[in-house]
Each structure stands twice: as structure tokens, then as C-alpha cells.
Nanobody
């Protein structure tokens, strides 16, 4: 069973930065497309960013230029660096690992942007 464990969330002031990590328990991490999603209170889960096994990245328009996704295949870890955080970035952030037809989710981690 593939397990994903997120870390790095917390409370940050508007304009601040935060980094999330997601460690994946698998021997074939490099084959997975890794993504971050988020879900704000009362809203549906939404796509944030993705990075392919080749290192190609994509971002939601709402975070482009502020967030950076990266991966370290030697550590089975995907990262999300979040800069210039806004109150509307407040959400539970989820890590996703996909190797079609399989898709796995982490338990989620809270990010709160507030003064």
C-alpha cells in the first residue's frame, strides 16, 4: 500500500512563505506524477500544481508565480514552496501520487494565512 505523509503546514502571516513536503512510501516514486491540491472550507478540492516524472510542471493560475513545485526522487519527496501567501490560500493541502490507473492521497495538512 502506497502511503503519503505531508508536513510543513501551519500559520503564516499574509505575504509570508511556507514550504510543504510529502514523502511517499514506494519503490517506484520516480514513475509517479506528483500533484498538490487544496480544499478551503465550504469549497471543492482544487488543483494547485503538478510535476511529472520528467520534471515538467504546471500551476493553477491563482498560484502561478508564487508557488514552486519540485521533487527529489532520491528522497521519495515532493515539495511545494509557497511565497507571497494570501488569505485566500488558506486551505487543507493534499498531496497526490498518480501512476495510472493508480492514484493515492495524503491525509492533508492545514495551511492558514492570517494576521
Amino acid at each position: 500500500q502506497v502511503r503519503l505523509v505531508e508536513s510543513g503546514g501551519g500559520l503564516v502571516q499574509p505575504g509570508g512563505s511556507l514550504s510543504l513536503s510529502c514523502v511517499v512510501s514506494t519503490s517506484i516514486f520516480s514513475l509517479y506524477v506528483m500533484s498538490w491540491y487544496r480544499q478551503a472550507p465550504g469549497k471543492q478540492r482544487e488543483f494547485v500544481s503538478t510535476i511529472t516524472s520528467a520534471g515538467n510542471t504546471n500551476y493553477a493560475s491563482s498560484v502561478k508565480g508564487r508557488f514552486t513545485i519540485s521533487r527529489d526522487n532520491a528522497k521519495n519527496t515532493v515539495y511545494l514552496r509557497m511565497n507571497s501567501l494570501k488569505s485566500e490560500d488558506t486551505a487543507v493541502y493534499y498531496c497526490n501520487a498518480q501512476n495510472t490507473p493508480y492514484s493515492y492521497w495524503g491525509q492533508g495538512i492545514q495551511v492558514t494565512v492570517s494576521s
